[in-house]
């Protein structure tokens, strides 16, 4: 696999996911910041793999992934046996599949509302707001550990990732369940070696 890549972005997310597969794999960096003369900004086989030019985008073979989520999901459901997703046939998946589109769907728009300091529109917004989307996580974690009970999935991988973002731009607010989901992600040696990496290659 070849995981296309760049520090401080989204891609942090695959790192971390793959960490937690304990699969190998090739990242192959690409400068977004850089623009069309960035390093591997036109490298066509980047290209091909991404088409809008963002990262992270994930090479399998003739599979070729250029959302985060979608990423998450192929990885999970490929590697079964690494315990990262649920089952099609399980009755649980449809909880997974929901938190596994939340990070996207959801908490992505609402922090933007917030960074942007955009009025509120709850009913328009497809992510309601910024607080219906906090209320939602904090319900949907009381009592857990992980989003799916015990069981660490791919959906935390998603969800710890941008909460770990929030709380480093000082907008997770203080809830007990909240604040301890993110210690918990925040120890796992995915997401260490995720941000290791952001830091050593920071340009
Ligand atoms: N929904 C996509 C978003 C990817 C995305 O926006 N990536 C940013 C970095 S975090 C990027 O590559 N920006 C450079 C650009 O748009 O040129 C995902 O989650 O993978």
Redesign the pocket.
């Known amino acids: 696999m070849k995981l296309y890549w760049c520090e401080n972005?989204?891609a942090f997310r695959i790192i971390w996911m793959l960490d937690e597969l304990g699969q190998p794999y090739e990242r192959i960096r690409v400068d977004?910041r850089g623009g069309e003369t960035g390093e591997n900004k036109s490298d066509p086989d980047f290209r091909a793999a991404s088409p809008m030019?963002?990262?992270?985008a994930l090479v399998d073979g003739p599979v070729k992934l250029w959302?985060?989520?979608a990423i998450c999901l192929y990885l999970a459901d490929k590697y079964p046996e690494a315990g990262l997703s649920v089952a099609a046939d399980d009755p649980r998946r449809g909880e997974f599949l929901q938190w596994l589109m939340f990070t996207?769907a959801v908490i992505e728009p609402a922090m933007l509302e917030k960074f942007m300091e955009l009025p509120p529109k709850p009913q328009s917004y497809g992510h309601g707001s910024f607080e219906s989307m906090i209320g939602a996580l904090e319900k949907g974690l009381k009592g857990r550990d992980w989003l799916m009970g015990d069981r660490f999935t791919a959906a935390d991988v998603l969800v710890g990732s941008s909460v770990h973002v929030l709380q480093q731009f000082g907008l997770l607010p203080v809830i007990t369940a909240l604040q301890g989901y993110v210690a918990r992600c925040r120890i796992r040696p995915g997401l260490q070696k995720a941000l290791a990496l952001d830091g050593v290659t920071k340009k």
């Open positions: 972005t989204r977004v030019g963002k990262v992270p959302d985060s989520g996207n």
